[in-house]
């Protein structure tokens, strides 16, 4: 029998997140309805709109923290992606340095990648201070460098530009094409364009 070379097949992206017909509320009041979304790797799905549109409720329902009222939505498993909220989620009374030690004890991430993490975010001149005596952009450079730490396949990104500089914002652009490009996902969050050259981004606006 001849054999042939084998042929390539066209890869098949499996989402790594998706949604049908979702909606969410708060309080009393339904905010978005009738939302479809698929994250794929490669994908940027930039979620824009106004004040109060439901972008922090929407990506809070997206990484499981409150429920959809309605819909179907298929999440990835807790160990598979990474969120960065409004908050950072950084104990001020800490060290930046010693933030990052107790994440990665607490996530089972080795803390070996530290240092070079903080280099990257610019914050090795800083790794001993204290958060509380941080800046907005310096305690958003301590959270994006989380980032580097978890290597998650999947971001969720609640307005990370927040706070940032010019340098922050080139910064942020250039670890997320690395993403991409490495067959990440991101979901992110934003009032304005996103910083970088993003090969695959897919906006939805919420009004
Ligand atoms: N705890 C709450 N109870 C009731 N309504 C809330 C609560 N928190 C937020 N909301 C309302 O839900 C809506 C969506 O809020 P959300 O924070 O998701 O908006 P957003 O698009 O992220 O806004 P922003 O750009 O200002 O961060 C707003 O109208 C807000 O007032």
Redesign the pocket.
Known sequence: MLRGCPIAQPRALIPFLSASDLSIG??D?T?LSGLNLSISPGDVLHLR????????????VLVGLRPARGGTLKRPAADQFHWIG?RNALNSDLGVRENLEGWCALNGVAASGIAAALERTGLARLRHRQVRTLSAGQKRRAALTRLLLAQRPLWLL??PLSGLDGEGLALLGQLMNEHVAGDGGIVV?S?QSLPGRLPRVTIID?G
């Open positions: 708060r309080g009041r905010l709109g106004r004040n109060g549109a439901g972008k922090s409720s929407l990506i809070e409004h609640d307005e969050t009032h919420l």
